[in-house]
């Protein structure tokens, strides 16, 4: 780490901020048809950068799904490649009037910069461009950009683009910015991630909907089966009650409960769920959640029994979990465990892996010391709850890589919520331990040839 290198990422992060501002500004959400056109726009404006940064080799690949870039700076003679990964597609606002500023208007408020992608994951776009900035566009080692446009969907053509564009990824470092860091200004690498499974559950209980008066009591309404049915899926004190789910060896971290309890801003009263170790409940561990009903709204209610209900039902699993055998169980679990012998249909949803990432051998030693030094804090090693399916591809199609999951995200930054935002300090230091990891990257081979 040099203080030249400081103070070039330092003096490039103004112009860093306005691009990615720009980025933010292009409601680029995967998982929405009518904003499909705005994926393709934040490719072009993606690629634009880097054509600014003269890259000789930019691809836009599509294999059936949202696109993708791929983008090389060949490597010197003798140096290693290093991939560097995020994505520029984003998640759905949510209600409008929730947020305290427009989403897609990139709006700063003391150091935190807000709006929807902005850390997750144009922020990961941000860092590698001021990193590839600080060599002019001429890195010391190989870069290959590895832009994605799906990942909040699951990344459904991912293997695809893995197996058709093997060569072209091949790389002997992979760097993926799209988790978090353990506190605002105290980096770390995670080392295991939680994989992801969904369904659509639907229950059936009448050929018709029944005036309340006349037939409540006696026969059962759809509505109130389901969420008997969704009630089964925890026992009491939280933890998932779904038999046959696999939990990761225990974490070593300490996670506070009233550290976690204030970043999920809890309302008074209310408590944590599960039992154990925090570190193992949201790293290691199964958990459920309901994320949508279809049911008749309050607006248009009346006084019927509804003949059918459905629910869209998330399940994050631990890091060794086979997604296949995960699904199965909820599904056997949601049929089984059916109220008064209610229809209960199941519609597999998507399913991704998680993983666990090994922190050890030189480029493992190398990255703890460049990001301990430009955040000035030790790096922490840590999990992630969330799912980032694409690290296990990653391991599968190229074992021999060095894996390094990072990111600039923070517990205030709010990824898929309200208020979304980025910590513009540890932007800053982002950028420097990722332009640092380069230049060390070929110091170390330049050391083992000399």
Known sequence: MTDDLAARVSALLPGVVEDLTALVAIPSVSSLPDRHADVERAVDAVSA?????????????????????????????????VCLYAHLDVQPTGDLTLWSSAPFEATQRGARLYGRG?????????????????????????????????????????ADILARHSEALASDVFV??????WLVGTPAFTTALRGLVDLVVQVDTLDHALHSGQFGGVAPDALTTLIRLLATLHDDSGDVAVAGLAQAAPFALDYPAERIAEEAGLLPGVQLIGTGPIADRVWGRPAITVLAL???????????????????????????????AALEALRR?????APFGANVTVTDGSTGSGTSVAMAGPVADLARDVYSSAFRNP????????????????????????????????????????????????????????????????????????
Do not use: W
């Open 333 to 337: 679990h949601l049929i089984e465990h």
């Open 118 to 158: 902005v850390v997750d994951d144009k922020a990961g776009i941000a860092v590698h461009l001021a990193a590839l900035r600080a060599f002019g566009g001429k890195p010391p080692v190989g870069v290959t950009l590895f832009i994605e446009g799906e990942e909040e969907i699951g990344s459904p053509t991912l």
């Open 176 to 181: 993926i910015c799209d988790s978090g860091n």
């Open 294 to 324: 279809d049911a008749t709204s309050v607006a248009d209610a009346s006084n019927t029994l509804s003949p059918t209900a459905r629910a869209k039902v998330s399940m994050r699993i631990a890091p060794n979990q086979d997604p296949a």
């Open 49 to 81: 950068l880097l054509a600014d940064l003269a890259c000789p080799d930019i691809q836009v690949v599509r294999e059936g799904g949202q696109p993708a870039i791929i983008a090389r700076f060949p490597a010197p003679e003798g140096q290693p490649t």
């Open 379 to 450: 790096v922490v090693e840590m999990g992630q709850g969330g799912s980032i399916p694409m690290v296990a591809d990653f391991q599968r199609a190229y074992p021999q890589a060095q894996i390094l999951v990072t990111g600039v995200s923070d517990p205030d930054s709010r990824m898929h919520g309200i208020d979304e935002s980025l910590d513009l300090i540890d932007l800053e230091a982002a950028s420097l331990a990722e332009a640092a990891l380069l230049q060390g990257l070929a110091d170390q081979t330049s050391g083992r040839s000399a």
